[in-house]
T-cell receptor
């Protein structure tokens, strides 16, 4: 089955700096890669996603890049703010609506 | 739109008892729902895929006789933890997808289960 690895497990940045979280996946058939933000005790919130027919996608301060050949994808957050502090999860799935396999999570701390 | 609710939001039960958790899609029909378990400071692990009108598909290592899943309608799936033990204490989260070739899953708010 699919295996998703995520690095780093914790990331501390100064407010205004950029943060980058990286994930690798094992199944070349995976074609959907969402990123979630989860605050303590809350549900995961989709912040951005990318499909395998696209190499990069951007939404304001958040961007995701995908390298299908290397089977890795990354989340980039620019101009970080304290409210960006949370746990971020990457995930992968094969085809629409199939099960998601999650990475181990990254605890992002943005220091004011 | 695309709101998923769970009930209860938290529950405390005694060891050996059973607990039922409900997952509802409030404003859409969900042919497929997923159940995840999340231990403290860990990732979400898929337990089972629930399809309306058919038996759930369980992930390897998840006991289907212990975690009973019923998806009787297009808006409701239930997870029953039978003969709960302290090691079953966890955060249980469901998600649902819209019908058709839609990639996004919508997550419920989760249920915190504590077994004493």
């Amino acid at each position: 089955g699919e295996n998703v690895e995520q690095h780093p497990s914790t990331l501390s940045v100064q407010e205004g700096d950029s943060a980058v979280i990286k994930c690798t996946y094992s199944d070349s058939a995976s074609n959907y890669f969402p990123w979630y933000k989860q605050e303590l005790g809350k549900r995961p919130q989709l912040i951005i996603d990318i499909r395998s027919n696209v190499g990069e996608k951007k939404d304001q301060r958040i961007a995701v890049t995908l390298n299908k050949t290397a089977k890795h994808f990354s989340l980039h957050i620019t101009e970080t703010q304290p409210e960006d502090s949370a746990v971020y999860f990457c995930a992968a799935s094969i085809n629409a609506g199939n099960m998601l396999t999650f990475g181990g999570g990254t605890r992002l701390m943005v220091k004011p | 739109g695309a709101v998923v609710s769970q009930h209860p939001s938290w529950v405390i039960c005694k060891s050996g008892t059973s607990v039922k958790i409900e997952c509802r899609s409030l404003d859409f029909q969900a042919t497929t729902m997923f159940w995840y378990r999340q231990f403290p400071k860990q990732s979400l692990m898929l337990m089972a895929t629930s399809n309306e009108g058919s038996k759930a598909t369980y992930e390897q290592g998840v006991e289907k006789d212990k975690f009973l899943i019923n998806h009787a309608s297009l808006t409701l799936s239930t997870l029953t933890v039978t003969s709960a033990h302290p090691e079953d204490s966890s955060f249980y989260i469901c998600s649902a997808k819209l019908q058709g070739p839609i990639y996004e899953q919508y997550f419920g708010p989760g249920t915190r289960l504590t077994v004493t």
